[in-house]
């Protein structure tokens, strides 16, 4: 265990920012905070510049798909790290499926590139401000974001597994 | 960025021209590109364009049951799938609440270092070869043969290993498996020795590799870099000493760290992390030895399967081979993370779970992924050459680059 205790982290984080930190839990271990758009680059910069907690280390940017979630389909998750505290941070923000824009956190960490542009590339979350916000993995022609929950896993137009061709 | 200026007009001295590095080029070890503007063999510019093998991984996950998911798995770094079956056996262990026995830990802890030794014998191997060595390739390629011997004695398979099952081993080690570690262990130092000889204070590597590709780090922890990579830099993060996992912290090793993080310092600290990694083995072993020999999973008849002989003669096993093929466990609804120290890095499963037979989302932190976005911007102003063998010592695999 790490020198500082999530209650501990808690208490910094309220005392920081009150109520913009929303839905507080602890799954695992691991405290996990929810906060606006508008607060996001925020508490990320205030995470890694704060003398004590020292969040230097950003391990993960990553999104989830809640279609049912009306105004917050979306969620964009960074896991963040304070190596010399050990102990790791996730906030999630919540977008509108409409409105997918976020500040991008590329400007705190250099690594929040590729991890961003790996998000927009699946779930088409726009990062404002984000120096090259690019398709990575897909190909650059691709209309659709394929980790949200509506594309089918196989592409539905395809005519090579129809019934007719094996005598169904 | 910032930290890597940028090449102006006035340092230019011939015509630019335009290099495609990859998809398949040799030198790249993978399917990779990189579109590179060069001025004589100074790289002006670099744009890596990666996704060549991307196999919606992710997108497969949120359709199959959690047990089939490991095959994915091995799919990612495949130099050393056991480490990746590995953790998502712990992800999901962590999600469901299972505590393993001490046995299975040991166990698991064997396979592992075992697969991190593979892992970097090849990088360190390749690394020799992108220098124009070949000999240290050849001769360490007999010792990672060895060890996919072992794979094969433990699991029936030698790459994608798909070893382990939730809660455990699909079956127990047997004599031989214990027979080949052991021999392993004695004639494997024997060759490491002889592997450093060559090259440790070798003239022509040591030009080759000094002072090449130096990341601070600073910069390396801005990227997000982890790995044998980060700590050539100086910054002991290892996942097994910060966050310890299936037993690590009840065994002794160091983390090596180097000090300039230049290509020559990751070699060092990939050949001093086999030495570690022999270590752990050894006190595993003797570990071994003091727990019930019959120990091979934990005891959780709603995950593990029952052995088939069982499902046949016995109401309770079959009830439970029945509700576990077909989904019909109960799992905690829950989101977990949980990285491992894969050898290229933190490797890291983000599980969410809605209480289905399948993972709501699960996402991998993969550490190729994420050190490999520095490579364009650092190899701006570098030679050609030293490009190359900044890629090879990167050990970026193809597999956990596009997942």
């Known amino acids: ?18 109520g913009n930190v929303t839905n507080v839990s602890e799954p695992y271990g691991l405290l ?13 910069s205030w995470l890694k510049a704060d003398e004590q907690l020292q969040f230097i280390y950003l391990t993960d940017i990553t999104a989830i798909h809640y279609p049912e979630e009306q105004g917050r389909e979306i969620g964009v998750i960074y896991h963040v790290h304070s190596l010399v505290n050990n102990i790791r941070i996730r906030i999630k923000v919540f977008l509108a499926e409409g409105d997918v824009n976020i500040p991008t956190a590329s400007a705190v960490w250099n690594g929040a590139n590729w ?26 022609d691709m209309t659709v974001y394929p980790m949200r929950k509506e594309f089918p896993l196989e592409d539905p137009n395809r005519v090579d597994k129809k019934d007719y061709f094996f005598g169904r | 960025m910032q930290n890597f200026p940028a090449y102006t007009d006035t340092d230019l001295q011939s015509e630019l021209s335009t290099l495609n590095l990859g998809p398949t080029h040799p030198a790249t070890h993978g399917v990779f590109q990189n579109v590179l503007q060069l001025d004589g063999e100074r790289i002006v510019s670099g744009v890596s364009t990666i996704g060549y093998i991307h196999r919606a991984f992710e997108k497969i996950a949120e359709h199959r049951p959690f047990y ?39 166990m698991r802890i064997i396979i592992m270092e075992l697969s991190r030794i593979a892992d970097h014998i090849v990088c360190n191997g390749v690394l020799g070869v992108d220098t124009g060595a070949f000999t240290g390739f050849l001769y360490m390629m007999e010792h990672r043969e060895a060890i996919y011997e072992i794979y094969e004695e433990v699991c029936g398979s030698r790459l994608t ?11 127990n080690f047997n004599d031989i498996a214990f027979a080949k570690t052991r021999k392993f262990l004695e004639t494997f130092p024997k060759a490491l020795t002889e592997f450093q000889n060559l090259f440790n204070r070798n003239r022509i590597f040591v030009d080759r590799t000094k002072g090449v590709a130096a990341v601070t780090a600073e910069d390396a922890l801005s990227y997000s870099w982890s790995g044998p990579i980060l700590r050539a830099t100086g910054v002991d993060y290892d ?25 020559y310092d990751r070699f060092l600290v990939r050949n001093e992390e086999m030495w570690q990694s022999l270590r752990i083995i050894e006190q595993a072993l003797t570990k071994i030895d003091k727990e019930d020999k019959n120990i091979f999973h934990a005891d959780v008849p709603e995950y593990y399967l029952p052995p088939k002989e069982e499902v046949y003669n016995n109401m309770e096993a079959l009830i439970y081979h029945f509700k576990i093929v077909m989904g019909e466990v109960k799992t905690p609804v829950g989101e977990v993370y949980h990285s491992v120290e894969g050898a290229n890095g933190e490797l890291g499963f983000y599980l969410v779970n809605d209480g289905g037979r399948s993972p709501y989302r699960l996402h991998f932190r993969r550490p190729s992924f994420i050190n490999y976005q520095m ?13 190359i063998i900044n890629m090879s010592s990167l050990n970026v695999i193809a597999g956990e680059l596009d997942a």
């Open chain 2, 68 to 106: 089939q998911i490991t095959p994915l798995t091995d799919r990612l770094n495949y130099c050393s799938a056991p480490i990746n079956n590995m953790g998502w056996h712990m992800t999901v262990e962590k999600l469901l609440g299972i505590q393993t026995p001490k046995r299975v830990d040991y």
């Open chain 1, 115 to 140: 991890m961003e542009r790996e998000t927009y590339d699946f779930f088409g979350v726009n990062f404002t401000g984000h120096p090259d916000l690019r398709r990575i993995l897909n190909v650059d």
């Open chain 2, 161 to 171: 290993t798909n070893v382990g099952r939730i809660g455990g081993f699909e079956r």
């Open chain 2, 239 to 263: 996942v097994r000493a910060m966050n310890p996992y299936c037993s690590y912290e009840d065994f002794d090793f160091e983390v090596p760290v180097g000090t300039t993080g230049d290509v």
């Open chain 1, 1 to 18: 265990m790490g020198k500082i205790t999530n209650e501990e982290l808690l208490q910094k984080v309220t005392a920081q920012f009150g």
């Open chain 1, 32 to 44: 996990t905070v929810e906060t606006s758009r508008e607060q996001i680059i925020d508490v990320l």
């Open chain 2, 375 to 387: 490579y364009a911007p650092m190899s701006r102003g570098m030679l050609l050459s030293d490009a």
